[in-house]
């Protein structure tokens, strides 16, 4: 019937055999879809938002290609994402404040008032993935909104409500940070030398780089690790939500550890051929990516 279709996810205690595929896989979406169906459409509406009013504000956006255009305008989305993601980094915080001494080795107690900012961050990969398809992105983009989109909403469970806030909020902050300095330098006058469209991106581009090596790369390399020996803990002890979840989860959360690292190569030359006055840092790696990706 369709009450039981619509139904929550079964709650999951350790220890009393695995959940059902359908609550595992279908029923988070079902649940949230009060969230997903707004949420998507706010991305879409913050995206051709954007491009309204960008053109009547900045002259050089209008003189800009439409490649360029978008991706101004995917930029900001991924911006508002970043700022709406901070409420998972607050949630998080404030458990952290009180933090239990078994919380390390907890992977299913549910983090309270979580669901909202995870289905929305979802939905920004929903909306990604759309966006890559739509425009014919490269293989690379499509395939990192499907991974991260995956493996965020398998933690929507609930599962590992204690340990993906931080991807799903910590490690938003720079990437909001670099594609805001990247949006005030291409906008602007590049002869102004002061003020604040040369103070603001400097500063976006010196806290990526701040946050990047020690969010990203050392606690998301931590982190991650330590989430795939307790998931497998989970799996060789027979205290798994669902298999078939964790599967896939697992070698997901493996990849963040992986392409940190590539990205950490791109970062310090980025560094360096900044420190050397070339360009700056999100420019050398946006010129970078594009070589590669494309």
């Not at 990437?175 to 602007?188: D, G, K, L, Q």
Request: hydrophobic share 45%.
């Amino acid at each position: 019937t369709m009450t039981v279709f619509i139904r929550e996810p079964q709650s999951f205690v350790p220890g009393n055999g695995p959940v059902s595929n359908y609550d595992a896989w279908v029923a988070p979406f079902i649940r949230d879809l009060d969230v997903y169906i707004p949420g998507v459409l706010f991305f879409f509406a913050v995206q051709h938002g954007l491009r309204l009013v960008a053109s009547r504000l900045f002259p050089r956006f209008r003189a800009m290609s439409e490649k360029d255009q978008l991706d101004w305008c995917v930029r900001g989305v991924a911006v508002a994402n970043g700022i709406i993601c901070q409420r998972s980094t607050y949630l998080w915080l404030s458990y952290l404040w009180n933090m239990p001494d078994d919380f390390h080795y907890d992977m299913y107690t549910p983090l309270p008032g979580y669901r909202v900012p995870l289905a929305m961050l979802n939905c920004y990969f929903l909306w990604d993935f759309i966006v890559c398809c739509w425009y014919g992105w490269s293989w690379a983009y499509t395939i990192h909104a499907v991974a991260s989109g995956v493996g965020m909403y398998l933690c929507s469970f609930p599962c590992s409500a204690l340990w993906s806030p931080y991807y799903a909020g910590v490690y938003e902050l720079s990437n909001m940070t670099f594609h805001t300095a990247h949006m005030i330098r291409t906008v602007c006058d590049p002869t102004i030398k002061s003020g604040w469209r040369v103070v603001i991106p400097k500063l976006g581009e010196a806290f990526f780089v701040f946050w990047f090596f020690t969010v990203r790369l050392a606690g998301g390399v931590w982190t991650s690790t330590r989430w795939l020996w307790l998931m497998g803990n989970a799996v060789a002890n027979d205290e798994v939500h669902n298999y078939s979840a964790a599967y896939v989860m697992m070698p997901l959360f493996a990849m963040v550890i992986i392409v940190q690292f590539f990205w950490a190569g791109e970062v310090i030359k980025a560094v360096k051929d900044s420190m050397a006055g070339e360009k700056p840092v999100t420019k050398t790696i946006e010129d970078d990516v594009e070589k590669k990706h494309h």
